[in-house]
């Protein structure tokens, strides 16, 4: 009875059955279209990895994050909320789906400014008409480094 059961298995291999179809599957690249091309604008790049959105407010200005300025007039808002106003800076949230990690900050640089961790899940990622800023990318953790100037080994995990 062994010899059999082993028969009908080789046998269902060959023609076909779900075990060929597995030893023939061939995964799609991580290095695409996007990735070949530069567009720095495309959420389909670096797909085996992270993106972070980062913006410009004129063309000669250097990329940075999307940041809000809080003064003493607003500081009954959380510092999640002024990461969310920033957010909205860039692009409209009712066309975004998005998720905060947390309500307390991933990151603090020495003078104060605090980042948050947001997952884009799916929703229009242009800029916003009203949006003061003039372009956006979406740049991967090398280019952090070397667009936006933070190398802190603590700012990305």
Request: charged share 25%.
């Amino acid at each position: 009875t062994t010899a059999t059961t082993t028969t009908t298995e080789k046998e269902k291999r060959k023609d076909g059955g779900e075990d060929d179809q597995r030893m023939n599957f061939t995964p799609a690249p991580h290095v695409n279209a996007a990735d070949t091309a530069g567009d720095m604008k495309s959420l389909k790049r670096n797909l085996s990895g992270k993106l972070y959105l980062v913006v410009k407010e004129s063309e000669d200005s250097e990329w940075m994050f999307p940041t809000v300025q809080r003064t003493t007039d607003n500081t009954d808002i959380s510092l999640r909320q002024s990461a969310e106003d920033a957010l909205a800076t860039v692009m409209p949230l009712h066309d975004v789906n998005h998720f905060f990690l947390s309500n307390a900050p991933s990151f603090c640089t020495d003078d104060d400014t605090f980042f948050y961790r947001c997952i884009y899940i799916a929703g229009k990622h242009d800029l916003a008409h009203s949006s003061s800023y003039c372009d956006y990318a979406w740049i991967t953790k090398e280019e952090v480094e070397t667009l936006v100037g933070i190398n802190d080994p603590n700012f990305i995990a």
